[in-house]
């Protein structure tokens, strides 16, 4: 049904000939392209009318994607990669915040570096060349697009800025301007900016650090200084509250501060007189769960009788991946069998499923698999657990700590947000767009009108008139723009 409403407004659209091209607009007329990651809400806010500011911006001119969804697994990282790239983490590089690689005793993966030396599995660092799909600020750095795109990555969470910090050049990184607050660790785009007790900086100072490349401009491709018309922010401190406190009272409070802070952006656009090129992505790369039981899926697999030597576990938050030891070994299908049998036998204590990467002949060949139960996750790559198990809502996983009293990784917590926005006539009033909504929220294939978060890349991109970065596998929303 929603589908059809929606064609029915862009034929409208069509037919009333209102049709904007933007790569031959006007250039006071260019559209300049923000997104706005504010991490870790949840779209239930937006419903409640708790985001006053932004839904009145929707309201006046947007698109607000009510059962819009975060890619599994729902962890910052694949979320960020998943907007930058419009990839899935089985392609994306990035399947969780927290991932193992096999090294074979190397002590990095194609550049990606890991915690250790070994012949099994081995958790993996933070770096660019982690990230296998090309980022936006990649395709657009490339020499026939380089002209047309200033781009800036605004990072309250500095390890954000560092996997997308990839360079073009010995001297250039791919992004125009890269903006984080400095830790232990010092880069030459980091920032001296007071931390949170996560190590990020906080919604008021990144938004200062925003304001500030809009007024100043940025060092561009010829050297001088230029509005950037791609700019990708993270906004941390809902996300932080929400770790800290769970999804409660102090998680709401923080979500109306962080709207006051669009606010301010709008109003400084406004001010300066480019409101009506503004094109607002507000997107959140998951929600928030309060989660006090938790459960030590290692601790239930070795009191099955799983050897200790043969797995490791890598958290992430609602979801662990178990990584084997010997990934190719003919014994592995009976070993990960015991497994699976091992972890559902403790859905009482709070285990959602348990799923294979790939079909075990030994328990229903594809049956049991990611992509035989759970095809839209688009999770079954080579740098994902051998067998992935997740967490119903209200907890999550400690494996081998997690004190957090609020969290995400599962997919009880892929129910994001996501509005397209600002003060562009381009942009087409469609208010909210409602859709179907399953009880794990996997339900893609049933919202075509829906928005993913790869959907970000391939959008924001065709607003400058560009193609999709490399691996996009996204929808450009294109009901939320005149004459797509
Ligand atoms: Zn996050």
Known sequence: MMTKTLLALTGASLALGVVATPAHAAPNDKPLVYI?????????????????????????????????????????????????????????????NDFALYGNGATSVDGCPLDGVSNGPVSVGLAPECVQAQTFFQSTATKSTRDKVTSAGIFGKPKLATLFAAKRSKKKYAADYLWTPCQSTKTDYCRKTPLNVWGYADDKHTMDAVLASVREGVKSENGKRKKANLTFVNLPTIDSTGHSYGAGKKYRKAAADTDAQIDRFVRQQRKLKLWSRTVLFLVSDHSMDTTPDKITLRDVLIAAGIPAESFIVVQNGGTDMVYLTDRTSPDRFDLLHRMRQAALAAADRGIDEALYREPNPTDGDAANTLDGVHPAWHLNGERTGDLVVTHATGGAFS?????????????????????????????????????????????????????????????ALRVLGLEPPRDNRGRVLTEAFKGW
Request: charged share 20%; glycine share 16%; hydrophobic share 30%.
């Open 36 to 96: 706005f990651v504010l991490d870790g809400l949840d779209g239930d806010l937006y419903d409640q009318g708790r985001l006053p500011g932004i839904k009145g911006l929707v309201d006046k001119r947007g698109t607000y994607y009510q059962e819009s969804r975060a890619i599994m697994v729902a962890e910052t990282n694949p979320n960020h990669t998943a907007m930058i790239t419009g990839a899935y983490a089985d392609t994306s590089g990035i399947p969780g």
């Open 399 to 459: 494996d081998p700590i997690n004190p957090t009293n609020g969290g995400h990784g599962g997919p009880f917590t892929t129910d994001n947000f996501f509005a397209i926005t600002g003060g562009w006539k381009g942009l087409v009033k469609n208010g909210t767009v409602s859709g179907v909504a399953d009880a794990r929220f996997d339900d893609t294939q049933a919202n075509p009108g829906q928005a993913e978060n790869v959907d970000v890349a391939p959008t």
